[in-house]
């Protein structure tokens, strides 16, 4: 049998920057989260008008970064296969 192999479309995996993304949000959420919990006084909670922004912050930010990794879950790049009949395009040297 003499089938043509096609390249194939990969997913972009790691290297999708909603994953990177997600990744430093969820970092910076969970030390606000941890910081909301343990180590805010009741002076500084009272400094923001009885609201523990911290906590609220870091609790937003986990959901965001959730939210990141949904979407690149539920939707992946696809990068498309490109071969050099498609393209038409040679490499070459510079200065050639």
Do not use: C, H
């Not at 999708?16 to 009741?42: C, E, K, N, P, Q």
């Not at 939210?67 to 696809?78: M, S």
């Amino acid at each position: 049998m003499a089938t043509e192999s096609q390249p194939r479309a990969r997913k972009a995996g790691a290297f999708d920057i909603r994953l990177i993304i997600a990744l430093l949000i969820g970092v910076y959420g969970v030390i606000l989260t941890v910081m909301g919990i343990g180590f805010t006084s009741d002076e500084e909670i009272a400094k923001a008008a009885g609201v523990n922004i911290n906590l609220w912050a870091g609790i937003g930010m986990l959901v965001v970064s959730a939210l990141f990794v949904i979407w690149a879950v539920t939707r992946p790049l696809v990068v498309p296969a490109e071969t050099e009949t498609e393209t038409g395009d040679t490499p070459t040297v510079a200065g050639e």
